[in-house]
C-alpha cells in the first residue's frame, strides 16, 4: 500500500524558533498534500491543502505567514512552523492523494511538536 | 455546513464482544473513511468506502447514501482493538478537490 513518512516523529523547540517537517510520499507520486493538526483530546483539523508546485490553499484562521508550506515535488511537502509558541504546541499530521481528484487519503504517522 | 457525527463517544467492552461505531453526516459526501488512532498518534486508515459494504479480516464497515450514515462493526473484539476510531466524510472542496471533515472519535477500550 501507500506509505506516507514524516521526520521528525517528535521535536522540542524554544519558543521564537523555527521548526520544520517534512512529510514524503514513499512509493507514490503526491499530487496533493494535506496538513492537520489534532489538539489533545480533539479531532483532526485541516489546515491547508498543497498542491504540487503551486501555492497552498489555507483554511480560515490558519495564518499562512507561522505556517509555511512548500510543496516543490511530488513527493516532498514541508510544514515550517515559524517563531513558535507553547500554543503551537500540537500534534501535526499531513496526508497525501496520489491524483487529483482521488479520495483516498494515505497519512503520515504524525509529528508531535512541544515549545517550551 | 459539512459536519460529521460519531457515536458513541466512548465504548468499554469486554474480549470478545461484537462492537459497533455509528457516523452520521450532514450533506452529500464523495466517500467517507473509518481510520483508527493508536496513542501515540500514528492514523492507520481501515477502509474507504463510497457505497455498500466492505470487510477486512474482523473488521467490517457500511454505508447507507440515503440515510447519510455509516457504521463500523468489530467481531470478536480483542485488546489489540483498543484505539480511537475515526470517520471522515470526503467532501467536494471545488473542482476536482476533496477536503475530509473528521468526527470527534471513539475511544474503544477492550479489555479481556
Known amino acids: 500500500g501507500a506509505v506516507v513518512s514524516q521526520h521528525p516523529s517528535r521535536v522540542i523547540c524554544k519558543s521564537g524558533t523555527s521548526v520544520k517537517i517534512e512529510c514524503r510520499s514513499l512509493?507514490?507520486?503526491?499530487?496533493?498534500m494535506f496538513w492537520y493538526r489534532q489538539f489533545p483530546k480533539q479531532s483532526l483539523m485541516l489546515m491547508a491543502t498543497?498542491?504540487?508546485?503551486?501555492?497552498?490553499?489555507?483554511e480560515q484562521g490558519v495564518e499562512k505567514d507561522k505556517f509555511l508550506i512548500n510543496h516543490a515535488s511530488l513527493t516532498l511537502s514541508t510544514l515550517t512552523v515559524t517563531s513558535a509558541h507553547p500554543e503551537d504546541s500540537s500534534f501535526y499530521i499531513c496526508s497525501a492523494t496520489e491524483g487529483p481528484g482521488a479520495y483516498e487519503q494515505y497519512f503520515g504517522p504524525g509529528t508531535r511538536l512541544t515549545v517550551t | 455546513k459539512n459536519e460529521v457525527e460519531q457515536s458513541p463517544q466512548n465504548l468499554t467492552a469486554q474480549e470478545g464482544e461484537f462492537i459497533t461505531i455509528n457516523c452520521s453526516y450532514s450533506?452529500?459526501?464523495?466517500?467517507l473513511h473509518w481510520l483508527q488512532q493508536h496513542p501515540g498518534g500514528g492514523i492507520v486508515s481501515l477502509f474507504m468506502l463510497s457505497s455498500g459494504k466492505k470487510k477486512h479480516g474482523r473488521l467490517i464497515a457500511t454505508i447507507n447514501i440515503q440515510e447519510k450514515h455509516s457504521s463500523l462493526h468489530i467481531t470478536a473484539s480483542h485488546p489489540r482493538d483498543s484505539a480511537v476510531y475515526i470517520c471522515a466524510a470526503a467532501f467536494n472542496s471545488g473542482g476536482s478537490n476533496y477536503k475530509l471533515t473528521f468526527g470527534k472519535g471513539t475511544l474503544l477500550t477492550v479489555n479481556p
Open positions: 498543497s498542491n504540487e508546485g503551486s501555492k497552498a490553499t489555507y
Open positions: 450533506v452529500g459526501i464523495s466517500a
Open positions: 512509493d507514490f507520486q503526491a499530487t496533493t
